[in-house]
């Protein structure tokens, strides 16, 4: 792994939680960005540009995963031994992270997800599952879910582990201001 890989992937990834952050912070300011005819086309509120924007995102990190992998990997996205217990903690990792964005998905709506409530919108407030488990389970599902693949797709690399510490010091940031 070298150095300049890795910031490059520290500042590609950082986009995504600096962008969330400016609608979360500066709300106003985001309205207005959305209303701008250059994005207006995306939505026509700050929710719905933030929707569109969600896809983007997590079509660009898993590029920044793959390209990862790739170039640490020789070429391949998956190492030449992998082992049975390997996927399982993997695979287990991610599809409890991934059960957890669906729940959340489900219990808030997308109008929920996208912050809608910075922008005027009347939401509930929701104490159940998922959010019964921890204050942020969007967040803890988006980690175990980067954690999951790095396992399966580098482990026991030295490098495997960097990216996952990477987003869950974002995320916990990201949880950390909006709480």
Known sequence: MEVWGFAAAAVVLSFERLFYLWAWTKSRSFERFCSNAVVSWLGDDPPTVLERFFYAFKAIQIGVFVTWCLAYGGGSIWPADLGVAQVMVGATA???????????????????????????????????????????PQYLGTVLSICGFFVIARFPHDDWILLPLLETLYYALSARIES
């Open 94 to 136: 991610l599809a409890f992270g991934q059960a957890l964005n669906f729940g959340v998905f489900l219990r808030l709506g997308a109008l929920g997800v996208f912050y809608g409530n910075r922008f005027g919108h009347e939401l509930p407030h929701y104490e159940g599952l998922p959010f019964s488990l921890c204050k942020h």
